[in-house]
Structure formats: C-alpha cells, structure tokens
T-cell receptor, first 115, second 114 residues
Framework: AQTVTQSQPEMSVQEAETVTLSCTYD???????LFWYKQPPSRQMILVIR??????QNATENRFSVNFQKAAKSFSLKISDSQLGDTAMYFC????????????FGKGTKLSVKP | GAGVSQSPSNKVTEKGKDVELRCDPI?????LYWYRQSLGQGLEFLIY????????KSGLPSDRFSAERTGGSVSTLTIQRTQQEDSAVYLC????????????FGSGTRLTVV
C-alpha cells in the first residue's frame, strides 16, 4: 500500500523569507501523481501544485515550487517570499496513475508565517 | 454550482442518534469522494463514487457508515448510532473522471457527538 510521510508537524518562517516543507512517499508504481494542498482555518482544501511522475521538470506555480526526486521518493514544497496568507496546514498527497484509486494524504505540516 | 457545497456546516448530535451529511458536487464532475479529518490528523479516505460504477467503500470504518449518490450528483453520508469517536470534520470532494488534475473540496461538515 502507498504511504505518504510528512516529517515536520510544525514549521514557522518570517514574512518574505523562503521555507521548504518535506514529503516522502512509498510506492512500487512508476506512474503516479503528487500534490500539495493548503488548508487555511476556513477548512477548505486548496490545490497548490501538482506533479506528474513521468515529467522530470519540477512544477512551479508563482511563489510555489517543488523539488521532485523520483529515485529518492521525495516531493518537497518550497514557498518563496512567504506571506501572512500562507499560514495554513499543508498536506502532501499521492495518487496512483492507474484507472482506480484515490488521493492518499500525509498528516500535514502546520506552517506559521510571522510578521 | 461554482464549487462543492456541503451542508450542514456544523452539526452537534447526541450519542446514539443518526446523522446525514450532504454534498453537492461541481456540475459535470463524474467522481465524488468523502474523507474524514479528525482533530490534528490528515485526511482519511472513506468512500469514492465514479459515474455509474459501484462505489469503492474500502475506507468506511464500520457498518454504521454508509453513503449514496443519487442521479450521479448529490451524495449523502449517513452515520448511524453515532459514537464520540465519530466526531471529526467530514470533507467531500469532486473531480473530472479520476481527478489526476486534483480534486475540488468543499468546506466540510464539523460533526460533534456529545
């Protein structure tokens, strides 16, 4: 069974600085998708960034980028120029590339951005 | 609608009572998912509907939990004889087909069993 591990329960960063959140996963599949979701206090999960395993190029969305290391099964999220609105829980998630299955989530990292 | 709508937003119920949680997915999304998020925990998969196929119920924690999706749209998650350990936020999401471009989540229902 696939598993997703986020080893940092909590992190903090100063406004305007850069922070990296870690995620590792375990799978025997070669084709899969990886995601980072943000959950602010409003509870709604918001998709931050997505990576397809067969693409070597790391995904980037504005201030958010990933470091995808397929051999190491690592998928970290880098947030540049951190803003107060980035304060939230961040969840790493895995999806098998086959025709069935659902998103498997890590336990999350609570990020606090300090002014 | 523009997003995934869940109701009620909050529900307090007495132990032993039945509750129904509703999810209205994005129009046209073929897949619908229910997850449970206990305090300080990640998301636990409960059940997955895809079109007219039989649902994947592999995540339901006990036979007190059931869900249905009518007309390929609205879904209801029912918890019978609620227990205190059922207290959690129940999140619904929907997606096109398998959701490999990501799911769209609702804001969840916070269930408190007293």
């Amino acid at each position: 069974a696939q598993t997703v591990t986020q080893s940092q329960p909590e992190m903090s960063v100063q406004e305007a600085e850069t922070v990296t959140l870690s995620c590792t996963y375990d799978t025997s599949e070669n084709n899969y998708y990886l995601f980072w979701y943000k959950q602010p206090p409003s509870r709604q999960m918001i998709l931050v960034i997505r990576q397809e395993a067969y693409k070597q190029q790391n995904a980037t969305e504005n201030r958010f980028s990933v470091n995808f290391q397929k051999a190491a099964k690592s998928f970290s999220l880098k947030i540049s120029d951190s803003q107060l609105g980035d304060t939230a829980m961040y969840f790493c998630a895995f999806m098998n590339g086959g025709s069935q299955g659902n998103l498997i989530f890590g336990k999350g990292t609570k990020l606090s951005v300090k002014p | 609608g523009a997003g995934v709508s869940q109701s009620p937003s909050n529900k307090v119920t007495e132990k032993g009572k039945d509750v129904e949680l509703r999810c209205d997915p994005i129009s046209g999304h073929t897949a619908l998912y229910w997850y449970r998020q206990s305090l300080g925990q990640g998301l636990e998969f409960l059940i997955y509907f895809q079109g007219n196929s039989a649902p994947d119920k592999s995540g339901l924690p006990s036979d007190r939990f059931s869900a249905e999706r009518t007309g390929g749209s609205v879904s209801t998650l029912t918890i019978q004889r609620t227990q205190q350990e059922d207290s959690a936020v129940y999140l619904c999401a929907s997606s096109f087909y398998r959701g490999n471009y990501g799911y769209t989540f609702g804001s969840g229902t916070r269930l408190t069993v007293v």
